[in-house]
């Protein structure tokens, strides 16, 4: 063995001492055996011909020098997606989760056919008629065309409603007109948008007969195909330096009454015939909101991913990383043997399998609530966008505040960039706010909340994910306390409803003293953040629970016992994070919560020998870490040192800038 592919010893020890099956771990977070050995597949074709072909790392490139780097490599991961890839997943997986993940390996930062891959095309699916689906999709697919999802403006994000975009239809042409009237309704930071998309989803307020119909969705070609000039009328540029992000190329894009064909409407919820008449969504007013509850939906594995591969950076790490002493003369611990650090990082391993199966249970929701749909039933929608905004906020808020932990837990190391991890937290702490901000999406929550609270006050039965709210009209006072996994999570419904009821009682209360409803709801909107997040965390605590109990069913016995760890040590770390909740909704006291604490220290000694075996369970292959902390064989200081050698900083011994300015000073006199 050469020292290139030795495995450092401290982390060859922990791989002998893991006791369970770790394959046996990859194949249910995968979902199968059949999708591991079909991603191990993908991964080969697409990696094997040596994925991060980077001679100078991207972070040393210039801005222009990124973008174009970025781009290269882009069509290369494309060409073997479209070659090879496709011919094992068939053209209808172009935008699987695999692909997405096997992509990490090609970028630090962020590819900028992202945003074609993950909302224009999913925008052309959901949002066109079969007619439109089929001008539009083969060439998206083929990426004859590359686009981008333009809603935001420079004025608006959240509020779609007041977005000022025009789009005004002329029957006398069959065409509508694009404008940009203002300033603040130049669109701003769709990814692609500024330097690489020649087409783009528009969002804008549609206008026929005279009448304003609300925002609707166009496909509006930007660019020449062959110059690449932006078309008249339209005026396209890239919005500048931002944290993360700068591999995508975010951009604004304004129009100056720009037209495009009536057919380029997408039309498959509402249409504009060709005199002009609007023809109604049928079936719900928000149904043009849909690629937005799609994104949110892939957006809990994205959380979950991306935790993943931090937490098998920091948790190698604290394997190979020995500081301080215990007692004098002793021997350096491992990091990971301090119970502090064991506390920051087995959250995390556990929070990203909380998150892989929930993601995993929303997204059979969501196909389910779409097959509904397509028969016209429209009824479980309220809940899938309820359901979908809470767990979106809540899994890129945790993800981000416990990347950060995996950063802090790598110390000094953990702030270079060649660990990895800051690409990481940049990249995952705007899902926290791209794609609805993490207030806006709970606050949509908790107006289903109180919905779903007035209905089972007044005794219907309301749909499976608030039907503790039945119970709680059923049961008098607090909520036993029961310490079993079923017990902890009845408490955290309490918890929820507890907080709901709150909420109800206050907004009543506000207006019985003479406040109309929107000053009530206002003024009430920080209790009703925190109970739509109480809602959602017990929402991910049932899910987690049920699932493995589910999913270990024929698993081997040491599989089951360190996936039971994981999970109880996830409920007790919330029942410990939750106390004052706990105290005032249930009849926890001061003697459960010390055994909590004790539970949860026990849990730590438990897993603490299997953490090793636990990360390689999330089986990512090291040109998807792109880390020097991370890397399977666990030699960190030698890749630190590697990494060194490529930074242009060090190819002359002196620096130019040594005698143009540095000894002029020197020589100076005061
Ligand atoms: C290789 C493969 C690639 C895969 C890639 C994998 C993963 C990542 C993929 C892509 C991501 C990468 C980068 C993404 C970059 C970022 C993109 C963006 O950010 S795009 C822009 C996103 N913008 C937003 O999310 C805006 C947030 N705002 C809103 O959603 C709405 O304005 C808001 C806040 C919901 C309010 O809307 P409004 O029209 O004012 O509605 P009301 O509040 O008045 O509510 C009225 C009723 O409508 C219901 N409602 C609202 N939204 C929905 C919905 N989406 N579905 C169903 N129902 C909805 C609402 O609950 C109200 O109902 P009730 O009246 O209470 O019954
Ligand atoms: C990296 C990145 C990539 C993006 N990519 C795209 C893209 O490809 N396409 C695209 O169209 N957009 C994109 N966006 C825009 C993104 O969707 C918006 O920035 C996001 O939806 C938040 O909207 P905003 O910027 O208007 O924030 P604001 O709404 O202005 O939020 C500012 C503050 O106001 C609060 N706030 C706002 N409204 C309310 C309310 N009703 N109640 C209580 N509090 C409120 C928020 O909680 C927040 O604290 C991207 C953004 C980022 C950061």
Redesign the pocket.
């Known amino acids: 063995m050469t020292s290139k592919n030795k495995i450092n010893e401290d982390l060859a020890n922990e791989r002998r001492k893991c006791n369970f099956n770790i394959e046996e771990v990859t194949y249910i977070l995968d979902g199968g055996k059949e999708k591991t050995l079909q991603r191990k597949k993908i991964e080969d074709v697409a990696l094997n011909g040596g994925a991060s072909v980077d001679d100078i790392p991207e972070e040393y490139l210039s801005a222009r020098e990124r973008y174009e780097n970025a781009i290269r490599k882009s069509c290369i991961y494309t060409n073997i997606v479209k070659n090879e890839v496709l011919e094992i997943t068939g053209i209808e997986n172009y935008g699987s989760p695999v692909l997405r993940r096997t992509g990490d390996a090609f970028f630090k930062d962020i590819s900028p056919f992202m945003?074609h891959l993950g909302?224009f095309v999913p925008s052309i699916i959901g949002q066109c008629t079969a007619e439109q689906q089929a001008t539009w999709l083969p060439r998206a697919l083929d990426m004859k065309i590359i686009g981008?999802?333009?809603?935001?403006e420079l004025g608006?994000?959240?509020?779609i409603r007041g977005l000022e975009t025009t789009a005004t239809y002329d029957p006398e042409t069959e065409e509508f007109v694009l404008h940009s009237p203002t300033i603040t309704s130049y669109k701003w930071?769709?990814?692609g948008l500024g330097r690489t998309a020649n087409h783009c989803t528009v969002v804008a307020q549609l206008y026929t007969q005279g009448k304003c119909h609300g925002t609707h969705l166009f496909i509006v070609q930007i660019r020449d195909l062959e110059t690449h000039m932006p078309l008249p009328g339209v005026k396209v540029g890239e919005i500048g330096p931002?944290m993360?992000?700068n591999t995508a190329d975010?951009g604004f894009l304004g129009f100056n009454n720009y037209r495009i064909p009536r057919m380029n409407m997408m039309m498959k919820n509402a249409q504009v015939l060709k005199d002009g008449t609007y023809v109604k969504a049928a079936r719900h007013g928000k149904l043009t909101y849909g690629t937005m509850v799609f994104v949110r939906v892939t957006l809990v594995g994205e959380a979950s991913f991306n935790l993943a591969k931090a937490v098998t950076i920091a948790v190698r790490y604290s394997a190979v990383r020995r500081q301080s002493e215990l007692r004098p003369g002793s021997i350096e611990p491992q990091i990971l043997d301090y119970p502090t650090q064991q506390h920051k990082l087995f959250i995390c391993i556990a929070t990203a399998h909380a998150f892989q199966l929930t993601a995993s249970w929303l997204w059979n929701t969501f196909t389910a609530v779409q097959a509904e749909m397509k028969k016209g039933n429209v009824d479980t929608l309220p809940e899938l966008h309820a359901l979908s905004s809470c767990l979106k906020a809540l899994s890129t808020s945790d993800a981000t505040a416990y990347i950060e932990q995996c950063r802090f837990a790598c110390g000094g190391h953990g702030y270079m960039l060649s660990s990895n991890l800051p690409f990481l937290y940049a990249f995952v702490v705007?899902t926290r706010?791209?794609?609805?901000?993490?207030?806006?999406l709970l606050?949509q929550t908790a107006r289903f909340l109180v919905k779903a609270w007035e209905q089972a006050e007044s005794g219907k039965v309301v749909t499976p994910t608030v039907a503790y709210l039945n119970r709680h009209f059923t049961t008098n006072g607090k909520m036993i306390w029961d310490n079993s996994p079923e017990g902890i999570i009845r408490v955290f419904q309490s918890v929820a409803a507890g907080k709901i009821s709150l909420c109800v009682r206050s907004i009543r209360n506000r207006i019985t003293s003479g406040m109309d409803h929107e000053d009530a709801w206002l003024m009430t909107?920080v209790q009703l953040v925190n109970a739509a997040e109480a809602h959602c965390r017990s929402v991910i605590l049932h899910t987690y629970w049920n699932e493995i109990v589910r999913l270990t069913k024929h698993s081997s016995d040491n599989v089951k016992t360190v996936l039971n760890q994981l999970v109880m040590l996830y409920l007790t770390y919330w029942a410990l994070e939750r106390t004052g909740d706990l105290l005032r909704y249930s009849t926890i006291s001061e003697n459960d919560i010390d055994l909590l604490q004790r539970q949860y220290e026990e849990l730590l000694v438990k897993i603490r020998p299997n953490a090793v075996g636990l990360v390689d369970a999330f089986d990512i292959r090291d040109e998807i870490l792109q880390s020097t902390l991370g890397s399977y064989d666990g030699r960190v200081y030698e890749r630190l040192m590697e990494e060194v050698q490529k930074n242009p900083l060090n190819k002359e011994p002196v620096d130019p800038s040594f005698h143009k300015y540095l000894k002029p000073l020197m020589k100076s006199k005061i």
């Open positions: 945003l909302m981008a999802y333009a809603q935001t608006h994000g959240t509020f930071w769709a990814g931002r993360g992000f975010n705007a706010t791209y794609e609805g901000d993490y207030t806006v606050l909107t």
